[in-house]
Protein backbone atom coordinates (compact mmCIF):
# COMPACT_ATOMS: atom_id res chain seq x y z
CA UNK A 1 0.00 0.00 0.00
CA UNK A 2 1.78 3.64 -0.93
CA UNK A 3 1.86 5.77 1.23
CA UNK A 4 -0.38 8.62 0.97
CA UNK A 5 2.84 11.09 2.30
CA UNK A 6 5.49 10.43 -0.70
CA UNK A 7 4.48 11.72 -4.05
CA UNK A 8 4.79 9.92 -7.32
CA UNK A 9 8.65 11.52 -7.34
CA UNK A 10 9.59 10.19 -4.26
CA UNK A 11 8.88 13.77 -2.39
CA UNK A 12 7.17 13.86 1.15
CA UNK A 13 4.85 16.37 1.11
CA UNK A 14 1.21 16.86 2.93
CA UNK A 15 -1.26 14.51 0.71
CA UNK A 16 -3.46 17.81 0.28
CA UNK A 17 -0.61 20.22 -1.26
CA UNK A 18 0.79 20.66 -4.15
CA UNK A 19 5.31 19.92 -3.99
CA UNK A 20 6.66 22.63 -2.15
CA UNK A 21 3.62 24.64 -1.69
CA UNK A 22 0.76 25.58 0.16
CA UNK A 23 -2.64 24.04 0.35
CA UNK A 24 -5.21 22.69 2.75
CA UNK A 25 -3.98 22.66 6.46
CA UNK A 26 -1.73 25.13 8.66
CA UNK A 27 0.67 25.47 6.46
CA UNK A 28 3.50 28.11 7.28
CA UNK A 29 4.11 31.18 4.91
CA UNK A 30 6.31 30.50 1.87
CA UNK A 31 9.48 31.76 1.93
CA UNK A 32 12.92 32.49 0.16
CA UNK A 33 16.13 30.39 0.66
CA UNK A 34 19.34 31.95 0.79
CA UNK A 35 22.10 32.16 3.25
CA UNK A 36 22.22 35.38 4.85
CA UNK A 37 18.58 35.57 6.56
CA UNK A 38 16.39 35.02 3.44
CA UNK A 39 16.72 38.35 1.58
CA UNK A 40 16.94 37.31 -1.38
CA UNK A 41 13.56 36.82 -2.74
CA UNK A 42 14.50 33.87 -4.41
CA UNK A 43 11.72 30.96 -4.00
CA UNK A 44 12.04 27.63 -2.85
CA UNK A 45 13.04 25.50 -6.22
CA UNK A 46 10.40 23.31 -5.64
CA UNK A 47 7.46 25.08 -5.08
CA UNK A 48 5.29 25.98 -8.18
CA UNK A 49 6.62 29.23 -8.60
CA UNK A 50 10.08 28.28 -7.96
CA UNK A 51 10.04 25.93 -10.59
CA UNK A 52 9.74 28.38 -13.15
CA UNK A 53 12.16 31.00 -12.10
CA UNK A 54 15.14 28.99 -10.29
CA UNK A 55 17.92 28.10 -12.83
CA UNK A 56 18.69 24.87 -12.68
CA UNK A 57 22.70 25.67 -13.28
CA UNK A 58 22.62 26.98 -9.54
CA UNK A 59 20.53 24.30 -7.87
CA UNK A 60 22.80 20.79 -5.31
CA UNK A 61 20.42 18.41 -5.00
CA UNK A 62 21.59 15.47 -3.04
CA UNK A 63 19.49 12.03 -2.57
CA UNK A 64 18.82 10.52 0.71
CA UNK A 65 16.89 7.85 1.55
CA UNK A 66 14.28 8.53 3.62
CA UNK A 67 12.58 5.87 6.56
CA UNK A 68 10.07 5.40 3.92
CA UNK A 69 12.82 3.49 1.52
CA UNK A 70 11.53 6.08 -0.58
CA UNK A 71 14.44 8.68 -2.41
CA UNK A 72 13.74 12.13 -1.36
CA UNK A 73 15.55 15.54 -2.57
CA UNK A 74 17.15 17.59 -0.37
CA UNK A 75 18.23 20.86 -2.12
CA UNK A 76 20.51 23.96 -0.99
CA UNK A 77 20.33 27.26 -3.87
CA UNK A 78 23.69 28.31 -4.75
CA UNK A 79 23.23 32.07 -4.16
CA UNK A 80 25.08 35.23 -4.96
CA UNK A 81 27.35 36.77 -2.89
CA UNK A 82 28.00 40.14 -2.10
CA UNK A 83 32.16 39.65 -2.37
CA UNK A 84 33.53 37.73 -5.25
CA UNK A 85 37.48 36.73 -5.82
CA UNK A 86 38.74 39.35 -7.55
CA UNK A 87 42.64 38.18 -7.87
CA UNK A 88 45.14 36.09 -6.72
CA UNK A 89 48.35 38.04 -7.13
CA UNK A 90 51.07 35.55 -6.51
CA UNK A 91 53.28 37.67 -9.79
CA UNK A 92 54.62 40.67 -10.09
CA UNK A 93 54.48 43.78 -7.73
CA UNK A 94 51.53 44.67 -4.98
CA UNK A 95 48.33 45.94 -6.37
CA UNK A 96 45.88 46.48 -3.38
CA UNK A 97 47.30 46.46 -0.09
CA UNK A 98 48.03 50.45 0.84
CA UNK A 99 51.02 49.07 3.05
CA UNK A 100 53.03 47.25 0.40
CA UNK A 101 52.81 50.36 -2.28
CA UNK A 102 56.45 51.23 -1.96
CA UNK A 103 56.97 47.81 -4.49
CA UNK A 104 56.73 44.46 -2.11
CA UNK A 105 56.82 41.85 -4.86
CA UNK A 106 54.27 38.44 -4.78
CA UNK A 107 55.75 35.46 -5.96
CA UNK A 108 58.51 32.37 -4.30
CA UNK A 109 61.59 34.30 -2.32
CA UNK A 110 60.31 37.75 -3.57
CA UNK A 111 63.42 39.96 -2.74
CA UNK A 112 63.30 42.79 0.57
CA UNK A 113 61.92 39.85 2.75
CA UNK A 114 62.70 36.60 4.67
CA UNK A 115 64.95 34.18 2.26
CA UNK A 116 62.34 31.59 2.47
CA UNK A 117 59.24 33.13 2.05
CA UNK A 118 56.56 33.03 -0.29
CA UNK A 119 54.08 36.71 -1.06
CA UNK A 120 50.53 36.81 -1.98
CA UNK A 121 48.24 39.56 -2.20
CA UNK A 122 44.59 38.31 -2.12
CA UNK A 123 41.89 40.88 -3.70
CA UNK A 124 37.92 40.70 -3.38
CA UNK A 125 35.81 42.84 -5.07
CA UNK A 126 32.75 44.20 -3.30
CA UNK A 127 29.65 44.70 -5.25
CA UNK A 128 27.96 47.32 -2.95
CA UNK A 129 24.18 47.42 -4.29
CA UNK A 130 23.94 43.72 -3.57
CA UNK A 131 25.62 44.17 -0.02
CA UNK A 132 23.57 47.31 0.37
CA UNK A 133 20.46 45.18 0.00
CA UNK A 134 21.51 42.41 2.78
CA UNK A 135 22.20 45.14 5.02
CA UNK A 136 26.03 44.67 4.80
CA UNK A 137 28.04 48.00 5.99
CA UNK A 138 31.52 46.33 6.91
CA UNK A 139 34.30 44.37 5.91
CA UNK A 140 36.90 42.10 6.82
CA UNK A 141 38.88 39.74 5.43
CA UNK A 142 39.35 36.18 7.25
CA UNK A 143 41.86 32.84 7.64
CA UNK A 144 42.15 29.57 8.32
CA UNK A 145 45.56 27.79 7.98
CA UNK A 146 43.76 24.33 6.88
CA UNK A 147 47.06 21.91 7.64
CA UNK A 148 50.64 22.56 7.83
CA UNK A 149 53.25 20.08 7.33
CA UNK A 150 57.10 20.00 7.98
CA UNK A 151 59.02 16.94 5.79
CA UNK A 152 63.29 16.51 6.08
CA UNK A 153 65.64 13.93 4.63
CA UNK A 154 69.18 13.51 7.10
CA UNK A 155 72.06 12.61 6.09
CA UNK A 156 73.17 9.57 8.06
CA UNK A 157 76.12 7.54 7.71
CA UNK A 158 77.21 8.63 4.30
CA UNK A 159 73.65 8.42 2.96
CA UNK A 160 70.72 10.31 2.65
CA UNK A 161 67.28 9.06 4.82
CA UNK A 162 64.00 8.55 2.96
CA UNK A 163 61.21 11.50 3.62
CA UNK A 164 59.87 11.59 7.05
CA UNK A 165 57.04 13.91 8.22
CA UNK A 166 58.10 15.82 11.45
CA UNK A 167 55.11 17.23 11.76
CA UNK A 168 51.17 17.75 10.79
CA UNK A 169 48.95 20.33 12.25
CA UNK A 170 45.16 20.56 11.83
CA UNK A 171 43.18 23.86 11.29
CA UNK A 172 43.99 26.59 13.30
CA UNK A 173 42.43 30.54 13.00
CA UNK A 174 45.14 32.51 11.05
CA UNK A 175 43.56 36.23 9.93
CA UNK A 176 45.74 38.67 8.07
CA UNK A 177 47.47 40.81 10.07
CA UNK A 178 44.98 44.08 10.26
CA UNK A 179 48.05 46.31 8.95
CA UNK A 180 48.56 44.06 6.05
CA UNK A 181 44.97 44.74 4.87
CA UNK A 182 43.24 47.40 2.36
CA UNK A 183 39.28 47.99 2.41
CA UNK A 184 37.87 50.55 0.08
CA UNK A 185 34.63 50.89 -1.45
CA UNK A 186 34.64 48.59 -4.37
CA UNK A 187 37.47 45.98 -2.87
CA UNK A 188 38.71 43.81 0.01
CA UNK A 189 42.34 42.85 -0.27
CA UNK A 190 45.16 41.26 2.14
CA UNK A 191 48.56 40.23 2.11
CA UNK A 192 50.31 37.13 3.38
CA UNK A 193 54.08 35.74 3.35
CA UNK A 194 54.23 31.92 4.83
CA UNK A 195 57.45 29.95 4.76
CA UNK A 196 60.25 30.26 7.17
CA UNK A 197 61.22 32.67 8.87
CA UNK A 198 64.46 32.99 8.82
CA UNK A 199 67.85 34.41 7.18
CA UNK A 200 69.75 32.58 4.25
CA UNK A 201 72.90 31.93 6.90
CA UNK A 202 70.90 29.84 9.49
CA UNK A 203 71.56 26.12 9.19
CA UNK A 204 68.49 25.19 10.92
CA UNK A 205 65.08 25.81 10.66
CA UNK A 206 61.55 26.46 12.86
CA UNK A 207 58.63 24.71 11.32
CA UNK A 208 54.86 24.56 12.36
CA UNK A 209 54.31 23.92 16.24
CA UNK A 210 57.29 25.36 16.76
CA UNK A 211 59.20 21.65 15.60
CA UNK A 212 62.87 22.49 14.81
CA UNK A 213 64.58 20.90 11.29
CA UNK A 214 67.67 18.39 12.64
CA UNK A 215 71.15 19.65 12.21
CA UNK A 216 71.60 16.88 9.74
CA UNK A 217 68.84 17.66 7.46
CA UNK A 218 69.88 18.10 3.82
CA UNK A 219 66.31 18.32 2.21
CA UNK A 220 63.48 19.89 3.99
CA UNK A 221 59.87 20.92 2.71
CA UNK A 222 57.51 22.73 4.34
CA UNK A 223 53.47 22.82 2.89
CA UNK A 224 50.87 25.07 3.89
CA UNK A 225 47.53 24.68 3.27
CA UNK A 226 45.26 28.13 3.22
CA UNK A 227 41.34 29.46 3.44
CA UNK A 228 40.37 32.12 3.48
CA UNK A 229 37.09 34.63 2.91
CA UNK A 230 35.81 37.63 3.50
CA UNK A 231 33.25 39.05 6.29
CA UNK A 232 30.47 41.15 6.45
CA UNK A 233 28.69 43.31 9.51
CA UNK A 234 25.05 43.44 9.28
CA UNK A 235 23.65 46.20 12.34
CA UNK A 236 25.57 48.26 14.69
CA UNK A 237 26.74 48.16 18.64
CA UNK A 238 24.93 44.77 20.33
CA UNK A 239 23.41 44.35 17.05
CA UNK A 240 26.33 43.82 15.01
CA UNK A 241 26.38 40.20 13.15
CA UNK A 242 28.99 39.09 11.25
CA UNK A 243 28.88 36.47 8.03
CA UNK A 244 30.82 35.01 5.63
CA UNK A 245 29.91 36.90 2.43
CA UNK A 246 32.13 35.45 0.01
CA UNK A 247 33.28 31.84 -1.48
CA UNK A 248 36.16 30.38 0.02
CA UNK A 249 39.62 30.58 -1.48
CA UNK A 250 41.89 27.59 -1.12
CA UNK A 251 45.57 28.41 -1.56
CA UNK A 252 48.79 26.69 -0.91
CA UNK A 253 52.79 27.98 -0.08
CA UNK A 254 54.95 25.08 -0.77
CA UNK A 255 59.04 25.53 0.14
CA UNK A 256 61.51 22.67 -0.64
CA UNK A 257 64.93 23.38 0.09
CA UNK A 258 68.81 21.54 -0.18
CA UNK A 259 71.86 22.24 1.90
CA UNK A 260 74.92 22.72 0.78
CA UNK A 261 76.88 20.72 3.14
CA UNK A 262 80.21 22.12 1.98
CA UNK A 263 78.66 26.42 2.43
CA UNK A 264 78.62 27.91 5.92
CA UNK A 265 77.90 30.94 4.21
CA UNK A 266 74.63 30.16 1.48
CA UNK A 267 73.95 26.39 3.21
CA UNK A 268 70.55 26.31 1.67
CA UNK A 269 69.19 26.48 -1.64
CA UNK A 270 65.95 26.50 -3.36
CA UNK A 271 64.83 23.01 -4.93
CA UNK A 272 61.94 21.79 -7.44
CA UNK A 273 58.35 22.20 -5.87
CA UNK A 274 58.75 25.85 -4.23
CA UNK A 275 55.39 27.55 -5.06
CA UNK A 276 52.14 29.89 -4.20
CA UNK A 277 49.58 28.61 -5.75
CA UNK A 278 45.55 28.62 -5.24
CA UNK A 279 44.59 24.74 -4.63
CA UNK A 280 45.28 22.78 -1.89
CA UNK A 281 48.03 20.11 -2.06
CA UNK A 282 48.67 17.12 -0.03
CA UNK A 283 51.12 13.81 -0.31
CA UNK A 284 55.01 12.61 0.28
CA UNK A 285 57.02 15.41 -0.91
CA UNK A 286 58.90 13.99 -4.66
Known sequence: MSNPWVN??????????????????????AGPLDNLDNESGLPHPLSPFGR????????????NETKFGKKSLATAVVMERPVTLKEFNNKGPAKYVASLSK????GVHPKFNFAWV??????????????????IKEFRARQNVVSAELWQRELKDGK?????????????PDDPDPGLQTITRSTV??????????TSTDSQFMGPAEKETSPHAVYLFLRQNFTGWIDGAKGSGKRKQWLQVSDNVQWHSNQSLMRNIFSSTAPWSAGDGCEIELG???GQPK
Not at 8 to 29: K, L, T
Not at 189 to 198: E, L, N, R, V
Request: hydrophobic share 45%; net charge negative; glycine share 14%.
Open 8 to 29: ANGDIVHPNAPAGGGGAGPFAN
Open 118 to 135: NAVEIAFSINRKLATRKG
Open 160 to 172: VTPWVKMVATGEE
Open 280 to 282: HTE
Open 103 to 106: GNVM
Open 52 to 63: HVVPMAGIWVAQ
Open 189 to 198: AYHDAPGFTA
